[in-house]
């Protein structure tokens, strides 16, 4: 059902690669609200991938970029803005990776130029960002721009590694970008911490089935799905939301609040059953 929340506003998106997506299921529901906008990802994501089908569907250009190039971001903005034929009204920030992860490397084993690329991909990118969106006063007055974290950035996550370092600055560059954008432009700029969820990316995290079960059992209203995630963020982008900047927000079922479930202690209590 559609609202015509974004009705006349025109986007960035970040990070689509597929049906999986986070940021495939926002571009989804930003067309179907009524938005325009063009889609980014990096040259190989988008051979491996199928955003061109998203593309097909909403109607959307394309841009390749690379996120840790600053040519490349800078590029994603002008073509945009000719591509849209002005200034825009959204951006979602779908970025992140860890070649420490990938490669299994533990926390207290780091390579530390994996480390740097890292945070490189998964937060300066964001800075990156907001910096050509200023230099080409790219957004309109009121705008918005949403960035995806993560609770690890708070609080410890076995296996989560750096990925947990790059989503705290990430949310310290929202904070800071956010005074300023809002200080000059009246632009909010806010973080969504979305569960656990089983985008193409996230499932080659170690142990990510284990943890999708422990905080889907946590979370009173159980976890927040990918298409969750993009009905909240359309709020986020539309009119409605005009005084909520600088926030990290939850968006995950209730987990973030949760100390012990009934349900994680029934678990619990059956796996020492079992053991004995």
């Not at 569907?57 to 002005?86: N, Y």
Request: with cysteine.
């Amino acid at each position: 059902m559609s609202y015509n929340l974004l009705k006349g506003k025109k986007g960035i998106i970040f990070g689509a690669l597929n049906e999986l997506s986070i940021a495939w299921k926002v571009a989804e529901k930003a067309f179907e609200e009524g938005a325009v906008f063009t889609l980014t990802n990096t040259p190989a994501a988008i051979r491996m991938g199928t955003i061109n089908q998203l593309a097909e569907k909403t109607g959307s250009a394309v841009i390749p970029a690379d996120a840790t190039k600053e040519a490349d971001i800078e590029q994603v903005i002008i073509k945009s803005m000719e591509v849209l034929h002005g200034k825009i009204d959204f951006i979602l920030h779908s970025i992140g990776m860890s070649p420490n992860v990938r490669k299994g490397l533990p926390y207290d084993a780091l390579n530390y130029n994996f480390f740097l690329q890292t945070l490189d991909i998964s937060a300066l990118s964001f800075h990156k960002l907001l910096l050509f969106t200023r230099k080409h006063d790219a957004i309109n007055e009121w705008g918005s721009v949403v960035a995806l974290s993560y609770i690890a950035s708070q609080r410890t996550l076995a296996g989560y590694n750096d990925m947990g370092d790059a989503k705290a600055l990430l949310e310290s560059i929202a904070r800071s970008f956010g005074y300023i954008y809002g200080r000059d432009k009246k632009i909010r700029i806010n973080t969504i911490s979305q569960s656990p969820t089983l985008t193409t990316a996230g499932s080659g995290v170690k142990g990510i089935d284990t943890l999708f079960d422990f905080t889907d059992r946590m979370s009173p209203l159980g976890n927040a799905t990918a298409e969750d995630c993009a009905n909240y963020c359309v709020t986020l982008f539309s009119d409605l939301t005009r005084k909520v900047t600088m926030q990290n927000l939850y968006h995950d079922g209730g987990f973030s609040s949760m100390g012990m479930s009934m349900k994680a202690i029934e678990q619990y209590t059956k796996s020492f059953e079992e053991c004995e």
